[in-house]
């Protein structure tokens, strides 16, 4: 039987979405992306459900971002619909009235770094990992790190980030404030159910006009700059950079671009 990719699981009136692909780090490609989607519109549909929690199955990550073995040949056409696709279902996540919380147990690279940043909030465990590292791909984030990021980092420190493809622990990522709060592995999840337990027993429509609200105060343009960004990241699959990148990883080298 094959196994789900996608787990739901209920607890009254909070919902978890289970990234279940632990051999991979829970890596997302186009089937898990409209999974994701498919499991996300259920939940937001259903009335009883109050808070949705994001997790990574397994401790070792979160989701290590798309699947680098998916998009290596990707065409730009092919990269732009990607890119578009990831876009669609994270905005439905940030602009869905039911708060959402990102339970980081492990490394959120890449896509997975930007799942957590498309939630309200965030809580890793002390062994959590954040990257963007895109750039030794020689490309960009492509599922809304450019404008998001720095929103939620500020700008000097996203360009560190993206720019560079440093990654940081737990610690500095709360520091900066990219997570809410930081505990130790083995009480994540009940921290984190603590926390959408306050989220779930309050007023639904106070909450949700605040979402939609602060979301507003730091959106301006979003849409257009997302765009932006969807174009970026395509136009870059047709460089040598991108070609030199994936076969560096694939070959677990160092690599070399030419800057063509």
């Given amino acids: 039987m094959e196994q789900k990719s996608i787990l739901i699981r209920k607890e009254k009136n909070i919902a978890w979405i289970l990234l279940n692909k632990p051999e991979k780090s829970n890596s997302l490609d186009d089937k898990m992306l409209d999974l994701l989607q498919t499991s996300f519109e259920e939940l937001s549909s259903d009335e009883q459900i109050h808070c949705i929690l994001f997790r990574g199955v397994g401790d070792r990550a979160f989701s290590s971002g798309a699947d680098i073995s998916a998009i290596a040949t990707l065409s730009t056409e092919g990269a732009k619909e990607f890119s578009e696709k990831g876009h669609r279902i994270f905005r439905r996540i940030m602009e869905s009235p039911k708060p959402t919380i990102a339970v980081v147990n492990g490394y959120a690279l890449g896509g997975g770094c930007e799942l957590a940043l498309a939630c309200d909030l965030r809580i890793a465990s002390d062994k959590a990992r954040f990257s963007q590292p895109e750039i030794n791909l020689g490309i960009i984030p492509g599922w809304g790190a450019t404008q998001l990021?720095?929103?939620?980092?500020?700008?000097?420190?996203?360009?560190?980030?993206?720019?560079?493809g440093k990654p940081i622990d737990a610690g500095e990522a709360h520091s900066i404030g990219l997570v809410n709060k930081v505990v130790p592995l083995e009480k994540l999840d009940e921290e984190a159910l603590r926390m959408a337990e306050t989220l779930a027993i309050g007023p639904q429509k106070a909450i949700s006009e605040a979402k939609r609200l602060l979301n507003l105060s730091q959106q301006t343009n979003l849409k257009d700059d997302s765009e932006k960004e969807i174009d970026g990241f395509s136009a870059l699959f047709s460089t040598d950079d991108f070609t030199e990148g994936v076969a560096a990883f694939k070959e677990k080298r160092k690599p070399v671009f030419r800057g063509r």
Wanted: glycine share 6%.
């Fill in 149 to 164: 990021l720095p929103r939620v980092i500020g700008l000097a420190r996203a360009k560190e980030m993206i720019m560079t």
